[in-house]
């Protein structure tokens, strides 16, 4: 580490005079002058006499370069070229701007040459094409336009381009296809266009990474993809593809994610079921298939159940399938996500997907189309074996033809967001539903669902909204549900309601959103709190409700208005007033703060569901044993750490928060926001959070190492002068990005020993970011940036699609 610090520090000087080697030595002789203890004797023979090429720790000869991740401005040196004997070039993450300086064509070992996520402009200079000893070409995440210049396209070594993230047009050169060393092709969110080249223009034998999503390109998908057996990932979604899905991709044995989304893909001409599906069956390590918004007809094979036992995400939403889900498809088992909804598939709903205890999120909705019979609906019951869908959080089965709801299905404990608008369910609503803590959001609107609603609705503590409009809902309103503070809309529309609005819903102070006309309710409308901002709209077409003139009611008979309304008004109408425009500026900045990247925004979309890994509370439990006291390895004054380890194997630090605490909220709600959005090799990186009412816990990468004060304190733990230095190293460029590397800086307050955390490397990362400051421009923004709880905050998935590929990069 240390070495390395000391390399950049001679290549430094070394572009400026390549020539003297005096000031060189003279640098780091003060430098070893500064060092008191040296226990080791590192720098013993650091002496005038000898070269200092030959001392500890020192290389010479500059034949690599690595300046990533810096704030690094202006041109690109064009000394450079001077140095002759350069290999690798690594200016990743910096700001580099203006041209590419075509004088680095004339290196002539350059191998690797990565200027990615810079500021970049212009062309990629045809030169390149001369560089004969490049091997891997970065410049993605630039304004780089053009074309490909066909020279760089027949490099003879090439084995890794990646462009993605620019404003490149033309076709792709074809030569990039015919080239046996290609490992990896990154050309995704640029504007190429044209085909991809036919059947024998494909030569890609190595190949384990294609990307070329959000382009223009048309044509087929070229067959002979099949025969690049080493693929890994094949992107090609968001293009203009027309034909069908090529056949064999069953060769592809390695294949792990398979994008070819967003499309005009085809099904086989003739064929009458999915006939490619047959084919991956053959890929057995296949963990992703989104096909999903195309135009692919046809039956769901049966085969559909013996894909890859590892697949967990399975998209085929948004095409014209016909025919019914097969049951085969409970045997994948390992499925978090599936979707099929918005096609025409009919018949019951497979009692097997029971069997798969893993789903996250299902979609099945809209399979119906207007256009389409009776029996192109999927119809019966929801099976009642649902139940077994434990982790099962999003279920979406609106528009289709489901008659009942088993009261099993309140006792998927996960599930937090459900949508069974527009079907035909009939029935009444169990009275003794299970309680749900984390159920958010419930639509049944638009079914024909009767009796009373059950009281237990008022124990949903997280309901956020709730839809039983449009159904045949009768007797009272339970004046339990004026236990639903966190209740943001209330449609009890449309329905055969009566008796009173119950005064308990005065409470629900959230609310921005409360319909209860066309029922039969009587008696005096409450008139605090919320209702103060509701129109007559909320309550036309009643039996007998009466109130406050505004409500296009008459006076109730008991009660003569008050005088002192209109006060009362101002006291409760103006803190309202208040908080919403508060609200509304949070919204506003946190909004605004997204619209910086509009372009990535689709790929998030893309990959959230892979990326950003939703860890349920259950799995939380499992993976630290029930939180158990064995598995704690911090305790601090807002909460606990506890070591865990994931299904998949993964060790993880889960810091839960200690819910007694009011300051526990606050600091929870910074280190969020401060995570969020900051990203550093060296910060501590965040997988994902977990909130429901009993637990906030943040999921956080494990630091083998422990802490930077055990290693400094405990006897058993010694660190040599070159791992202090490179901690110190480590901290310094994490403050520095803190400080200089956003928008707005991060003063992270707490800095000590205890809070730097070593990985297995021994690369430290500084943690605990729970009283840190976030120091905006405008200090309004201070306030209610801090203010506002964040509660779910899902990690910048962007940011974890692109390290993957600094990770291949480096
Ligand atoms: C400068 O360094 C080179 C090696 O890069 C060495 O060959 C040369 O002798 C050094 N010159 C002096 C004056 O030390
Ligand atoms: C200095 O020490 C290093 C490491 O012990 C050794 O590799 C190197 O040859 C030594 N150099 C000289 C000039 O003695
Ligand atoms: C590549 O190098 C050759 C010979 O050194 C030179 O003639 C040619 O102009 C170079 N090509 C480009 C595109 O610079
Ligand atoms: C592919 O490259 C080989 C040589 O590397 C060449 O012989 C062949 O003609 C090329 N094929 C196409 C279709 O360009
Ligand atoms: C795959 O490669 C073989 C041999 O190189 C060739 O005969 C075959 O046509 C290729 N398959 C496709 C679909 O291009
Ligand atoms: C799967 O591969 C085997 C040989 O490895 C082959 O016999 C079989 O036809 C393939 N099946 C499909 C559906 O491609
Ligand atoms: C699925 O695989 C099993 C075992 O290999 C085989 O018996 C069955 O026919 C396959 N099902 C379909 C529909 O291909
Ligand atoms: C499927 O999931 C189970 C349990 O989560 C795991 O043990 C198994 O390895 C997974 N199978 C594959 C093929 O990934
Ligand atoms: C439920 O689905 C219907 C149909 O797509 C949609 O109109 C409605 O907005 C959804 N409900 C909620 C609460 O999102
Ligand atoms: C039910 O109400 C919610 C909240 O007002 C709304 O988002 C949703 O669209 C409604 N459902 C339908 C089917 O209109
Ligand atoms: C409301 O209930 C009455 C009987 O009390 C029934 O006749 C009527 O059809 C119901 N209305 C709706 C919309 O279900
Ligand atoms: C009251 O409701 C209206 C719309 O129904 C909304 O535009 C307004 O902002 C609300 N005002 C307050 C103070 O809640």
Request: one cysteine or more; proline letters at 5%.
């Amino acid at each position: 580490m240390g070495a390395l610090a000391l390399l950049v520090h001679l290549c430094m000087v070394d572009l400026a005079i390549c020539s003297s080697n005096f000031t060189d030595q003279l640098a780091l002789l003060s430098f070893k002058s500064s060092i008191k203890n040296d226990p080791n004797n590192v720098l013993s023979n650091w002496t005038k006499e000898t070269n200092f090429c030959g001392w500890a720790g020192v290389l010479c000869r500059l034949k690599s370069l690595s300046l990533t991740y810096n704030m690094l401005e202006g041109n690109i040196p064009l000394g450079l070229r001077h140095c002759q004997r350069l290999e690798t070039i690594f200016l990743w993450g910096n700001k580099f701007s203006g041209r590419i300086p075509e004088e680095l064509s004339t290196l002539p070992s350059l191998s690797f040459l990565a200027l990615g996520n810079n500021e970049l402009i212009g062309t990629i200079p045809p030169s390149f094409g001369n560089i004969s000893s490049l091997e891997k070409f970065g410049l993605e995440m630039n304004h780089i336009y053009g074309n490909i210049p066909t020279q760089l396209a027949q490099l003879p070594n090439l084995k890794l381009i990646d462009l993605e993230f620019n404003y490149l047009t033309g076709p792709i050169p074809p030569a990039i296809f015919n080239k046996s060393s290609m490992v990896e092709i990154d050309l995704n969110v640029n504007a190429f266009s044209g085909n991809l080249p036919t059947n024998n223009g494909i030569f890609l034998p190595n190949l384990e990474f294609l990307l070329l999503d959000y382009n223009q390109l048309t044509g087929n998908i070229p067959s002979s993809l099949s025969n690049s057996s080493k693929l890994t990932m094949l992107i090609l979604a968001a293009n203009l593809f027309t034909g069908p899905v090529p056949k064999h991709l069953g060769n592809l044995k390695h294949l792990e994610r398979l994008y070819l989304l967003q499309n005009q893909l085809t099904n086989e001409p003739g064929s009458v079921e999915l006939s490619f599906l047959t084919d991956l069956t053959n890929c057995t390590s296949l963990v992703v298939l989104e096909v999903h918004q195309n135009k692919l007809s046809g039956t769901l094979p049966n085969s559909i159940g013996n894909l890859s036992n590892s697949l967990e995400i399975l998209k085929v939403s948004d095409n014209q399938l016909i025919g019914t889900i097969p049951k085969e498809i409970g045997s994948l088992r390992n499925l978090t996500v599936l979707s099929l909804a918005a096609n025409n598939l009919n018949g019951n709903i497979p009692s097997t997907l029971g069997k798969i205890k893993s789903l996250q999120r299902l979609y099945l909705g809209s399979n119906l189309g207007e256009l389409y019979a009776e029996e192109n609906k999927l119809s019966g019951s929801i099976p009642s074996c649902i139940e077994n869908l434990r982790g099962l959080q999003v279920m979406k089965l609106y528009h289709n033809k489901l008659t009942f709801i088993p009261s099993s299905l309140w006792n998927l404990e996960t599930l937090r967001d459900l949508n069974l608008s527009f079907n035909s369910l009939g029935g009444s609503l169990d009275p003794h539903i299970r309680p749900s803590r984390v159920m958010e959001i419930v639509d049944l609107s638009w079914n024909q669902i009767s009796g009373t609603i059950p009281r237990v609705i008022g124990s949903f503590q997280s309901l956020t909204s709730l839809n039983l409009s449009r159904n045949s809902f009768s007797g009272p309103i339970p004046n339990t549900m004026g236990n639903l503070i966190t209740l943001d809309f209330l449609d009890l529309s449309h329905n055969n309601l009566s008796g009173q609005i119950p005064k308990s819903l005065e409470a629900l102070s959230h609310i921005q959103y409360m319909n209860f006309s066309c029922n039969k309710l009587a008696g005096e409308i409450p008139n605090e709190g919320p209702f103060m901002n509701l129109t007559s709209r909320s309550f036309m077409e009643n039996e007998a409700l009466c109130g406050n003139p505004i409500f296009k009611v008459p006076p109730c008979a008991s009660n003569s208005p008050k005088k002192s309304m209109i006060k009362i008004n101002l006291r409760y109408i103006l803190p309202i007033i208040a908080l919403m425009l508060i609200f509304s500026i949070g919204v506003y900045i946190v909004k605004r703060n997204h619209g910086n990247n509009v372009q990535s925004q689709n790929l998030i979309d893309l990959y959230a569901t892979t990326e950003n890994k939703m860890i349920s509370y259950l799995e939380l439990r499992r993976a630290t044993d029930d939180f158990c006291e064995a598995n704690l390895i911090g305790v601090g004054s807002y909460g606990s750490v506890y070591k865990g380890v994931l299904s998949d194997g993964t060790i993880v630090a889960v810091k839960v928060l200690n819910l007694q605490l009011e300051e526990a909220f606050r600091s929870f709600d910074v280190e969020c926001e401060v995570l969020r959005t900051t990203r550093h090799r060296n910060l501590i990186g965040v997988i994902t959070t977990c909130s429901n009412p009993e637990l906030r816990s943040l999921v956080l990468q494990y630091m083998s190492n422990g802490s930077l004060e055990m290693w400094l304190y405990s006897h058993n733990s010694c660190l040599n002068l070159l791992q202090r230095i490179g901690i110190m190293i480590d901290v310094a460029l994490a403050l520095e990005y803190l400080h200089y590397g956003q928008l707005e800086p991060v003063v992270h307050c707490d800095l000590k020993p205890s809070n730097v955390l070593l990985d297995e490397d021994m690369v430290a990362h500084v943690a605990d970011f729970g009283i840190a400051k976030i120091l905006a421009k405008n200090k309004t923004a201070i306030q209610t940036r801090t203010l506002g709880t964040i509660g779910y905050i899902a990690p910048v998935s962007i940011y974890c699609f692109h390290q993957e590929h600094n990770v291949k990069l480096r």
